[in-house]
């Protein structure tokens, strides 16, 4: 008796668990795209530290319907050339088997055309991943770490030819209403040629992107 009432426990624990972890698998991308998606400035660490310019940083999700990850436009500019960005790309998040999280970065070939397409971006539909320029080696791998994730690029992986860089780094800290991120590009001898020298920008979120707001509404 007292065996089938163990056994009995031990298969409603197991059912209990099963139960809980239903949509469980690929949690750690889903979660890390709903944290980076949003309008972000470093307006506050600018005005902080005159070595930090004013940068606007927009992240909107685009095509929703795929099923091979989380896919992100992403769009960077200074505060006084808001029309210019000097940084546009697009991220695919994905999981990792050991249940880290894999940023993939794309270039766009009609980034001119896409220029404060984080307002909607829906003008994407019209696009295919298919056509995107992968940045090889450029990917950056996190790990959660408490509440936050944290990743960076893999040692000289990502190269760049940007201002006389032979390769480029990547540091990320990404939080929920806040994002951390060391960009950074490296010679030949390892000299920093460009990018932040004392640390990270500190991006803090100050609300979704105009799509994500009224998907919500």
């Known amino acids: 008796m007292l065996k089938r009432i163990l056994d009995a426990t031990v298969l409603l624990?197991?059912?209990?668990?099963?139960?809980?972890?239903?949509?469980?698998?690929?949690?750690?991308?889903?979660?890390?795209?709903?944290?980076?998606?949003?309008t972000y400035t470093s307006a506050a660490q600018a005005k902080a530290d005159p070595e930090f310019l004013e940068v606007h940083l927009h992240m909107a999700r685009i095509w929703p319907s795929r099923t091979d990850g989380r896919w992100l436009y992403v769009e960077q500019a200074m505060a006084s050339a808001l029309d210019k960005p000097y940084r546009q790309r697009i991220y695919l998040v994905t999981d990792d088997a050991?249940?880290?999280v894999t940023s993939?970065?794309?270039?766009?070939?009609?980034?001119?055309?896409?220029?404060?397409?984080w307002r909607s971006p829906g003008v994407f539909a019209t696009d295919s991943p298919d056509a995107l320029v992968?940045?090889?080696?450029?990917a950056i791998r996190l790990e959660r770490v408490g509440s936050a994730w944290r990743g960076s690029t893999n040692?000289?992986?990502?190269?760049?030819?940007?201002?006389?860089a032979a390769y480029a780094t990547s540091e990320v800290v990404v939080e929920r209403d806040r994002l951390a991120s060391w960009d950074r590009g490296f010679n030949a001898n390892g000299e920093?040629?460009?990018?932040?020298?004392?640390?990270?920008?500190?991006?803090?979120?100050?609300?979704?992107?105009?799509?994500?707001?009224?998907?919500?509404?």
Do not use: M
């Open 13 to 38: 624990v197991a059912t209990l668990v099963s139960i809980a972890c239903l949509g469980c698998a690929g949690s750690g991308s889903r979660e890390v795209a709903e944290y980076l998606e949003g």
């Open 98 to 100: 050991d249940g880290a």
């Open 104 to 117: 993939a970065v794309f270039e766009l070939p009609n980034a001119a055309d896409r220029i404060g397409a």
């Open 134 to 138: 992968a940045r090889d080696g450029c």
């Open 155 to 164: 040692g000289k992986d990502c190269l760049s030819t940007l201002r006389g």
């Open 192 to 217: 920093q040629v460009w990018g932040a020298k004392k640390g990270p920008y500190v991006f803090v979120k100050h609300g979704p992107t105009p799509a994500a707001a009224a998907a919500t509404e």
